[in-house]
């Protein structure tokens, strides 16, 4: 049983990470499946509906930006997708993971594994779990994110280091959702 993996908002300035796990059935139809950074926002809802109505298990899961400021990005990435696979409701024999890294300096996948280069294109679980990890940030970020901190306009950028973010930090400054070490190029700016 194969899962694929992958995660999304690695880079945003704001808010969690969050990572997939997705094990597909062979005979899963998911008609224009591919890497959810290629698809529209559209098209990457009606897909996340098809694939967890279609997915033999799925499992997404998050790594807070306190704890991202605590261990690094790299290691928040590694830790979130071993959450995602360890919260399947069926242990996979294998998991692809999207990606050329399988380990920080604090965490890493301890499940078996492979790591793949362009996965979310290479890969039909790899795609399905991007598309679940993009859908779920983004509606995080939309959502709960946009409505504790309305002034940021969460919902216009979703956390990522946009012109109009990076106007609201010059207004308000970092909230409890920034992650703080993200934040050094404004700081800097700033003087």
């Not at 908002?9 to 224009?32: C, N, Q």
């Not at 793949?116 to 679980?125: N, T």
């Not at 940021?152 to 109009?164: E, W």
Request: aromatic fraction near 6%; charge should be positive; hydrophobic fraction near 40%.
């Amino acid at each position: 049983m194969l899962c694929g993996v992958d995660e999304a908002g690695a880079g945003p300035l704001a808010g969690p990470v969050y990572a997939a796990a997705v094990i597909l059935p062979r005979d899963a139809e998911l008609p224009g499946l591919n890497d959810s950074k290629k698809i529209s926002e559209k098209k990457r809802e009606k897909l996340y509906e098809l694939i967890t109505g279609q997915a033999e298990a799925w499992n997404v899961a998050r790594v807070e930006a306190k704890e991202i400021d605590r261990i690094d990005i790299l290691n928040a990435r590694m830790l979130v997708m071993q959450r995602a696979i360890e919260g399947l409701s069926k242990k996979p024999d294998l998991s692809l993971i999207d990606g050329n890294r399988d380990h920080g300096s604090r965490n890493r996948i301890s499940v078996p594994h492979w790591a793949i280069v362009h996965g979310d294109g290479l890969s039909a679980s790899i795609a399905a779990a991007s598309i679940l990890a993009k859908v779920s940030r983004d509606r995080y970020a939309a959502g709960d994110m946009d409505q504790a901190y309305p002034q940021y306009q969460f919902a216009r950028h979703k956390g990522y280091g946009t012109k109009l973010h990076f106007a609201m930090l010059d207004i308000y400054g970092p909230c409890p959702a920034h992650r703080k070490t993200f934040l050094k190029k404004w700081e800097a700016r700033r003087g």
